[in-house]
């Protein structure tokens, strides 16, 4: 797509503008209409929509509409965003990354390029930042929707109107209220101990009409009781998260019971911490049975502490319907980055895998590595040889053909076709 643009500045450089122009009868990317050309821009992350800005003044228009629309701003001062012109995560492709608040305010200083903003995502909030910016904001942005994004242990206790994308409910506090039913879109549900149940009213959730995301902590062995008692009907979730505390004693396909699995397209199961040689014998079946209800699980996630039988879980999933594989194996004295166990595990889904996470993960949760791409300082000769493998099965065996990104620990890595037509993976790190 970039490489089309590029050609286009390069032949209307040395054609009049009558040549260009539609009577002359020559075809042209320009000659198509502004609304296509921006579905085409739409494809482009920052970098690129940058460069094609300097092709001409219609393309310019165009990229900055899209450039400027949608403004993703990551508050905290100590990670910092990677923006690359091959990280092309589908974060990168619907925002503009904007990495701290000097950024941002120095961003607000372009009036011209203010016409086109339409939302503003703050992500997490340190000291208020994000509270305090939106706050400011609210004065002067008419029209444009400001959303506040918690991912961690974050409370809220305004009422003012923001609109909360992630909201994150901890004890028996609920920052629910009538106007945010169609404005939340992922709720993170949390106890009040470690060793204690939910203990208040749950209905509040069938209200929330957007919600596609739900991150469910389960306590105890009884959680999945109470959780049944307070949701007297099948919720219907697309994104499903559930963070196992304890194992004693816990049904896991009781699951079934509480979410219409036939709707959830992204899965990710954390087993609890302590297990580190082995696990109850009853955890396996019990996944494998939950899995084999799913019909349209595209993202599917697992992080255990102890040993597990990864081909054996991935079997109970349609051969080649996933897109995301996220594992997060047993990190023990034993563990090693082995490419050939590493590929026997994605062959039952190679013809359809885009992102791989395979190690330990120091930074995010689950799906969100992916998404948020940070530039980390990390040992790189040791995956070496786990990348020439992977190499040699994407460009001479042709395997994994869908694959664009692979996380190995910290490290990201990005399919980029080389000069003589073969892929390789370039890191960010």
Known sequence: MQRSLRKVGQYNEMQSPMDSSPQSGKSSLLCLPV?????????????????????????????????????????????????????NTPLHINYTLVNG????????????????????????????????????????????????CYNSMGEVYSREPYLYRNLVIIRDNQFIFDEDNYSIQSLTLLASTPNQDYNQDLSFVYRLKSLKKLSLTIQTKDTL????YKLPEKLHIEQLSLNFRNLLGINVSALVTLFDLCNVTSLYIRIPQGY??????????????????????????LSNSAPINYMKVLRAIRKNTLNTLYLEPWYGHEFSHSPKKLLKILHEQQLTLT?????????????????EVFRVQYGQHR????????RREVSSRKRLPCLKQIVLDQMHYFTVTTANGNMNFKSVS
Do not use: W
Request: aromatic fraction near 12%; charge should be positive.
């Open 383 to 390: 995956l070496e040889r786990v990348l020439n493998k992977l």
């Open 101 to 148: 608040r000097e950024k941002l305010i120095s961003l607000m200083k372009h009036t011209y390029s203010l016409r086109f903003l339409r939302e503003i995502l703050f992500h997490g909030d340190d000291n208020g930042i994000a509270m305090g910016l939106s706050r400011a904001m609210r004065d002067f942005l008419d029209g444009v929707n400001i959303y506040l």
């Open 355 to 371: 992102r791989i996470f395979y190690g330990k993960n120091f930074n995010a949760h689950g799906f969100e590595v992916f998404e």
């Open 35 to 87: 609304e296509i050309l921006y579905e085409i821009v739409c494809y482009l992350n920052q970098c690129n929509l940058l460069q094609v800005s300097l092709i001409n003044k219609l393309l310019r228009d165009v990229a900055f509409r899209k450039l400027y629309s949608r403004i993703y701003v990551q508050t905290s001062s100590v990670r910092q965003l990677v923006v690359g012109d091959y990280v």
């Open 225 to 228: 009781k109470l959780l049944r």
């Open 276 to 301: 580190y040689k082995f696990l109850p014998t009853f955890v396996v079946p019990e996944i494998i049975h939950l899995l084999s209800q799913t019909i349209n699980v595209r993202n599917f996630g």
